[in-house]
């Protein structure tokens, strides 16, 4: 079984400044990771997913993740934010095995982008 | 149009009220899930199916039952509601087959139960 911590449940910050939001993971079999973003009123839309190869992965909207294999961590990080990116962020874990459809997702952290 | 789309997308009922929550996909995937949502939680599935003879329960299956009645409907059912299934619901489908099935979200049932 996996599971999902995201160390901060809210990140206030002012537009144009660089964020990172954290999450770490727990298994014992290799994993599949993601980032969903929720905007308000809206289902979860997937930001980027690490399956294998670089340990940087890009997504949509200048965000990109880093996959840290002895950390077990897969931050989300964007260098300048906008208003447009306040929502709610989701970290999800699969086994990259037969059960890869089972996601076990974070608790969220809010992302509030201040002007 | 949206891809999955989910009704009604707001509902209040009373306690002890039967309600069914419904799930449509145009996507042709053969995976469809439902999971809740509450604050501070984030999602836990309730229940999926691969394809319409295939359902299996999720994390959190108690008082929630589920049908899927062609490749493309799946609707979740409280046969008799209470107060802490107040939360917002989620469906969601992926691609059996795939590389690596990537979950695509409809835009949610907020459901209140008084």
């Known amino acids: 079984a996996q599971s999902v911590t995201q160390l901060d449940s809210q990140v206030p910050v002012f537009e144009e400044a660089p964020v990172e939001l954290r999450c770490n993971y727990s298994?014992?079999?290799?994993?599949?990771l993601f980032w969903y973003v929720q905007y308000p009123n809206q289902g979860l839309q997937l930001l980027l997913k690490?399956?294998?190869?670089?340990?940087l992965v890009k997504g949509i909207n200048g965000f990109e993740a880093e996959f840290n294999k002895s950390q077990t961590s897969f931050h989300l990080r964007k260098p300048s934010v906008h208003i447009s990116d306040t929502a709610e962020y989701f970290c999800a874990v699969s086994d990259s095995g037969g059960s890869n459809y089972k996601l076990t997702f974070g608790k969220g952290t809010l992302l509030t982008v201040n002007p | 149009d949206a891809d999955v789309t989910q009704t009604p997308r707001n509902r209040i009922t009373k306690t002890g009220k039967r309600i069914m929550l419904e799930c449509s996909q145009t996507?042709?995937?053969?995976?469809m899930y439902w999971y809740r949502q509450d604050p501070g939680l984030g999602l836990r599935l309730i229940y999926y199916s691969f394809d319409v003879k295939d359902i299996n329960k999720g994390e959190i299956s108690d008082g929630y039952s589920v049908s899927r009645q062609a490749q493309a409907k799946f609707s979740l059912s409280l046969e008799s509601a209470i107060p802490n299934q107040t939360a917002l619901y989620f469906c969601a489908t992926s691609d059996f087959g795939s590389a690596q099935e990537t979950q695509y979200f409809g835009p949610g049932t907020r459901l209140l139960v008084l």
């Open positions: 298994s014992s079999v290799s994993v599949y």
């Open positions: 690490y399956l294998s190869g670089s340990t």
């Open positions: 996507k042709g995937h053969d995976r």
